[in-house]
């Protein structure tokens, strides 16, 4: 019933822009802070940026300037556009929902995932 489901993911070149989606489903996204986080292979999840009930948002130094975090009300989703990619960039994507920060231990729903492989 209460579920989060990203979509999106996918390689891409670098250079290149990627728009991952986070669709929710049993609650408002408006109504809770989403927050986005990326873990690769052997390295610890990584907190990206999150977006309050407010709208109020924050973005980690490691996508600031060539990414950009936004909700849309009507799909209930929450979308985090990605440009100007790096092959440090490929992880997999994680939004989560729950209280606005860039820790994991904040959010008590996550989804499962879509990967993002940046490589030419």
């Known amino acids: 019933q209460v579920q989060l489901v990203e979509s999106g993911g996918g390689l891409v070149q670098p250079g290149g822009s990627l728009t991952l989606s986070c669709a929710a489903s049993?609650?408002?996204?408006?109504?809770?802070?989403t927050g986005w986080f990326r873990q690769a292979p052997g390295k610890a999840r990584e907190g990206l940026v999150w977006i309050a009930r407010s709208g109020d948002t924050y973005y980690a130094d490691s996508i600031k300037g060539r990414s950009t975090i936004s909700r849309d009300g009507d799909k209930n989703t929450v979308t985090l556009e990605m440009n100007r990619l790096k092959p440090g960039d490929t992880a997999r994507y994680f939004c989560a929902t729950g209280r606005p920060s860039l820790y994991s231990s904040t959010y008590d729903l996550w989804g499962q995932g879509t990967q993002v492989t940046v490589s030419s």
């Open positions: 049993g609650f408002a996204l408006s109504q809770v802070a």
